[in-house]
């Protein structure tokens, strides 16, 4: 990446990182309380996550989930992104 970062981008390693986990299960939590459970299918220059087999929850109805299949979530509305990865043996 070129010039300065904005202190809400990720830098280079974390793109990397991104990169590195597409096709495994993601749950990403976003600023307005929902969690949306689903696999990591892209992400573009402006760092938007697509998720595909998606599940959306919202925890004010008691954890009830529904399936929303694929959905873009903009960067800016991202508060945590868990990636389910194996770590590999030392």
């Given at each position: 990446m070129n010039g300065p970062q904005s202190p809400l981008s990720p830098g280079p390693a974390a793109v990397s990182f991104l990169a590195s986990t597409l096709s495994k299960s993601y749950r990403?939590?976003?600023?307005?309380?929902?969690?949306?459970?689903?696999?990591?299918?892209?992400?573009?220059?402006?760092?938007?996550?697509?998720?595909?087999?998606?599940?959306?929850?919202?925890?004010g109805d008691g954890y009830m989930g529904r399936y929303v299949g694929m959905v873009m979530i903009p960067w800016k509305w991202v508060v945590k992104a868990e990636a389910e990865i194996e770590w590999e043996k030392v």
């Amino acid at each position: 990446m070129n010039g300065p970062q904005s202190p809400l981008s990720p830098g280079p390693a974390a793109v990397s990182f991104l990169a590195s986990t597409l096709s495994k299960s993601y749950r990403i939590s976003i600023s307005d309380g929902r969690i949306f459970n689903g696999n990591l299918a892209c992400l573009d220059k402006q760092l938007n996550l697509v998720l595909v087999n998606t599940e959306e929850f919202r925890l004010g109805d008691g954890y009830m989930g529904r399936y929303v299949g694929m959905v873009m979530i903009p960067w800016k509305w991202v508060v945590k992104a868990e990636a389910e990865i194996e770590w590999e043996k030392v």
